[in-house]
């Protein structure tokens, strides 16, 4: 059915980890706004960097909130107790409803440090001087491999698959039309598909004021499109405004790409969207 993938945002992040909102107040926004499936995807506890995701105990507290929602919403809107899980996480993704899989960090080869690549510009900047001899695309190298790491976890769902570009803004750190880029992302693209992974159309970046484009790129969508890969929209929210923001944009885009449909996902797993 048409228009679906508009009543299910599946990428959401509270207050638990490093949302603006508390799960009650995202709920209360998904169920006025006519959502029928709310998935919650807190970050996974991941030991290399406390400063996002959840800690041991806010996990906890985390599921056991989206227990007493998921009661307290029944019949008017559907809640998942997702979790959005990091290649250096200790959590066990398969203890809930789904998990979309993800990579954040390259870990330096020379120092051990492991780097979040995708919030400041100083951290990645380091990570290209100081354990990379100053080759940004030895860091996409890495970080793509530690995408094809995480796609051959058969997540539910495959993460912002090129996040590495997100504060690449004009090519500040290297060059995403380079051979070496597209021979990266290529690799990992093929990982994706021989694990049959499902790709979000995440629209973060442009919410949060990073980039004008979404995860992935319009190359990336093409190529997954030859790979009869299967796409599903999300927001990446991590405040109540975002829960569906760009949606109708992404399908378009989709669409233009060539894309005839979507996955959604609800409470009985994936089903196929018409666009």
Known sequence: MAGEYLKSSVHVHSKLCDGKNTL??????????????????????TPCDLEYCMTQS??????AQI??????YAGKLDILCGLEWDLYSDDDPLDYDYFIGSTHYVKGPKTGKYYEID?????????????????????????FANVAKVAEKKPTILGHFDLIKKINGEGKFFDEHDPRYKAAAD??????????CVLE?????????FRKDFFPSDEIL????????????????????????GYEEAAAKLKGLGYT???????????TCEL
């Open 201 to 209: 159309v995440n629209t973060s970046a442009v919410f949060r004021g």
């Open 261 to 271: 449909k979507v996955q959604v996902l609800g409470k009985n797993g994936f089903q």
């Open 67 to 72: 227990a007493k929602l998921k009661e307290r």
């Open 187 to 196: 690799s990992a693209l093929m990982a994706a598909a021989r694990n049959r």
């Open 119 to 143: 919030w400041r510009e100083s951290d990645l900047a380091a990570c290209i001087a100081d354990d990379f001899d100053g080759d940004g695309l030895a860091v996409v190298e890495a970080y």
């Open 24 to 45: 009650e107040e995202l709920a209360v926004t998904g169920w006025r706004a006519g959502l029928q499936t709310l998935g919650f995807s807190g970050h996974s506890h």
């Open 58 to 63: 806010r996990t906890a507290l985390y599921k």
């Open 222 to 245: 093409k190529d997954w499109l030859a790979l009869s890969g299967n796409v599903v929209i999300t927001a990446d929210a991590h405040t109540a405004k975002a829960l569906t923001f």
